[in-house]
């Protein structure tokens, strides 16, 4: 009996289609947490401003490597204090 030949299957990668926007929509969520926090904590130290970044993206359902959260609170504790908001006038 003959066998029909196969028409090669087109490769399939995980890293394209559907998780692109998936994946940016993560690195928004992170970039909107850290410069929050850029502009919170600016200037303070660098343990309480990573455990706020954490704080803040766990709250978002993320869980993001530590190192990189390390990466951010290193510079952000490296920044000037932001001033106080100024206040309006009654």
């Known amino acids: 009996m003959e066998r029909p030949e196969q028409e090669p299957v087109s490769a399939i990668s995980?890293?394209?289609?559907?998780?692109?926007?998936?994946?940016?929509?993560?690195?928004m969520r992170i970039e909107y947490v850290v410069s929050m926090v850029a502009?919170?904590?600016?200037g303070q130290a660098e343990q309480d401003v990573a455990r706020v970044i954490m704080d803040?993206?766990?709250?978002?359902?993320?869980?993001?490597?530590?190192?990189?959260?390390?990466q951010y609170?290193?510079?952000?504790?490296?920044?000037?204090?932001?001033?106080?908001?100024?206040?309006?006038?009654?």
């Open 56 to 70: 803040r993206l766990r709250g978002l359902g993320l869980h993001p490597v530590a190192q990189q959260i390390l």
């Open 14 to 27: 995980l890293d394209s289609g559907p998780r692109w926007p998936v994946d940016r929509h993560v690195m």
């Open 73 to 90: 609170a290193q510079a952000i504790a490296q920044l000037p204090p932001s001033p106080p908001p100024a206040r309006r006038a009654a």
């Open 39 to 42: 502009v919170s904590h600016a």
